[in-house]
């Protein structure tokens, strides 16, 4: 069983977050395919075919808990971790099979509690803070300027996440090899249209 798990926190307070893309984009997709979450004690799930859906109920430092505890209950051969990332322009998307946590204490939780960096990442790019402090930034929400190229940007990860599910790591990442200068393309367009609203 493949498992996505969407990076964030629990509660209203927190829902437009950028730390909480994750949720987010799991909870688009969720609807997508007609689907609704189940509640554990550590997260809330849903499942789909040989897929199963994963919003931790932990808080993101404690995301591995939740990971760990979905692990003894379902079967999972492989995990792809949906995770906001401030080195990345509002909307930029990077995959990767494994890799280090940038920083990023809900990867480390999971990391720690698995004791492997062997599983994907998928990234999605919330912007940077700048001189704004990192924690005040990514439990900020998107802006009103961000609001076209986060929808942009959900309904691109949908689409490559659905190849993810039909098929597998590979024919996702060649679906982004094909598509990215298009999607790119409408972000910078996207861009230029909020510039010249801010400079009007």
Same mark, same amino acid.
């Given at each position: 069983?493949?498992?996505?798990?969407?990076?964030?926190?629990?509660?209203? =307070?927190? #829902?437009?977050?950028?730390?909480?893309i994750?949720?987010?984009?799991?909870?688009?997709?969720?609807?997508?395919? &007609?689907?609704?979450?189940? =509640?554990? %004690?550590?997260?809330?799930? @849903? !499942?789909?075919?040989?897929?199963?859906?994963?919003?931790?109920?932990?808080y993101?430092?404690?995301? &591995? =808990? @939740? *990971?760990?505890? @979905?692990?003894? +209950?379902?079967? %999972?051969?492989? %995990?792809? *971790? *949906?995770?906001?990332?401030?080195?990345? #322009?509002?909307?930029?998307?990077?995959?990767?099979?494994?890799? &280090?946590?940038?920083?990023?204490?809900?990867?480390? !939780? %999971?990391?720690?509690?698995?004791?492997?960096? #062997?599983?994907?990442?998928?990234?999605?790019?919330?912007?940077?803070?700048?001189?704004?402090?990192?924690?005040?930034?990514?439990?900020?929400?998107? +802006?009103? !300027?961000?609001?076209?190229?986060?929808?942009?940007?959900?309904?691109?990860?949908? #689409?490559?996440?659905? =190849?993810?599910?039909?098929?597998?790591?590979d024919?996702?990442i060649?679906?982004?090899?094909?598509?990215?200068?298009?999607? +790119?393309?409408?972000?910078?367009?996207?861009?230029?249209?909020?510039?010249?609203?801010?400079?009007?």
């Open positions: 069983m493949k498992l996505i798990v969407g990076l964030g926190n629990p509660g209203g =307070k927190y #829902e437009k977050n950028r730390h909480n994750g949720f987010l984009l799991l909870d688009q997709l969720a609807e997508s395919l &007609g689907l609704t979450f189940k =509640k554990k %004690i550590n997260y809330y799930y @849903a !499942s789909y075919k040989d897929v199963l859906l994963l919003k931790p109920r932990t993101m430092n404690r995301s &591995g =808990k @939740a *990971v760990a505890s @979905a692990k003894t +209950s379902f079967r %999972i051969d492989e %995990i792809l *971790v *949906v995770v906001d990332d401030i080195y990345l #322009e509002m909307g930029d998307i990077r995959m990767r099979r494994k890799g &280090g946590f940038g920083g990023h204490n809900g990867l480390k !939780s %999971i990391g720690a509690e698995l004791g492997s960096q #062997e599983f994907g990442r998928f990234r999605i790019g919330v912007g940077e803070p700048g001189q704004e402090d990192l924690a005040n930034f990514v439990l900020s929400n998107f +802006s009103s !300027s961000d609001t076209k190229n986060l929808k942009h940007s959900l309904d691109y990860s949908e #689409e490559l996440l659905d =190849k993810y599910i039909k098929y597998d790591f024919r996702m060649d679906h982004y090899s094909r598509t990215k200068k298009s999607y +790119s393309e409408r972000l910078t367009s996207q861009d230029l249209t909020r510039k010249k609203e801010e400079n009007a």
